[in-house]
T-cell receptor
Framework: EAGVTQFPSHSVIEKGQTVTLRCDPI?????LYWYRRVMGKEIKFLLH????????ESGMPNNRFLAERTGGTYSTLKVQPAELEDSGVYFCASSQKTGELFFGEGSRLTVL | AQSVTQLDSHVSVSEGTPVLLRCNYS??????LFWYVQHPNKGLQLLLKYTSAATLVKGINGFEAEFKKSETSFHLTKPSAHMSDAAEYFC??????????????FGAGTRLAVHP
C-alpha cells in the first residue's frame, strides 16, 4: 500500500514567486495535516483537514498560505507570494479517525 | 500550553553502547507523548507512544521510553546502538485541548550519530 506522497521533493523559487505543494494521503484516510519546519526551528502544525473541510487552521502563518483539499482526496498548499522566511521543509501527514499519523517525506522549499 | 524540551541537540555514541535521548514535557493535562524518528531523506516514523497506559513503553527497533510524571520526563533509550539508528529523533506531545491525538507539538529534535 502506498504511503503519504508529496510533490515536489524540492522546489527552488525566487522571492515573490508562487509555489504549490501537493500531498496525496493514504487511501481511506479522512484526516490530512500540514506541518512545516523552517530552518533551525521545531516542526510546527499548520492545519488539519477532515475530508474536504478545514478542521483547524490555527497554525497557518499568514494569508500568503492557502491550503485546499477539493473532493477530500489530495491536498495542495500554495504560497503566494513566497518570502525568504518561508524556506523550510513542509510535511504532510494523514490518519484514520484518531489513529497514528503517517508522514510523507516532506517537500523542501528554498526561497532565494 | 503544552510543550516539550529535548535536552540535547546532538548525541554521539559508539555502536553497541546504550542510547539515551532526553525529553521533558510540560502539560496541564495528562499528556499523550510520542517519539518520532526521521532518517535522511525519509519521512517521520512513529517509534512509540504513551497514552496513559503502562509507563514503560516499548517501540520498534528495540527502543523504549519511560513516562515519569514526577520528573515530567519521557526519555528514549536503547540498550545497544546500531549504525542504522543514526537519525534525528523528535519528542512530541499532543495538544489535548485542540486536536487531541492529532495536533502534535514537536521538540527541536536530537541528532543521533553512531560511530563504529
Amino acid at each position: 500500500e502506498a504511503g503519504v506522497t508529496q510533490f515536489p521533493s524540492h522546489s527552488v523559487i525566487e522571492k515573490g514567486q508562487t509555489v504549490t505543494l501537493r500531498c496525496d494521503p493514504i487511501s481511506g484516510h479522512d484526516n490530512l495535516y500540514w506541518y512545516r519546519r523552517v530552518m533551525g526551528k521545531e516542526i510546527k502544525f499548520l492545519l488539519h483537514f477532515v475530508k474536504e473541510s478545514k478542521q483547524d487552521e490555527s497554525g497557518m502563518p499568514n494569508n500568503r498560505f492557502l491550503a485546499e483539499r477539493t473532493g477530500g482526496t489530495y491536498s495542495t498548499l500554495k504560497v503566494q507570494p513566497a518570502e525568504l522566511e518561508d524556506s523550510g521543509v513542509y510535511f504532510c501527514a494523514s490518519s484514520q479517525k484518531t489513529g497514528e499519523l503517517f508522514f510523507g517525506e516532506g517537500s523542501r522549499l528554498t526561497v532565494l | 500550553a503544552q510543550s516539550v524540551t529535548q535536552l540535547d541537540s546532538h548525541v554521539s555514541v559508539s555502536e553497541g553502547t546504550p542510547v539515551l535521548l532526553r525529553c521533558n514535557y510540560s502539560s496541564s493535562y495528562s499528556p499523550s507523548l510520542f517519539w518520532y524518528v526521521q532518517h535522511p531523506n525519509k519521512g517521520l516514523q512513529l517509534l512509540l507512544k504513551y497514552t496513559s497506559a503502562a509507563t514503560l513503553v516499548k517501540g520498534i527497533n528495540g527502543f523504549e521510553a519511560e513516562f515519569k510524571k514526577s520528573e515530567t520526563s519521557f526519555h528514549l533509550t536503547k540498550p545497544s546502538a546500531h549504525m542504522s539508528d543514526a537519525a534525528e529523533y523528535f519528542c512530541v506531545v499532543s495538544d489535548v485541548l485542540r486536536g487531541g491525538y492529532n495536533k502534535l507539538i514537536f521538540g527541536a529534535g536530537t541528532r543521533l550519530a553512531v560511530h563504529p
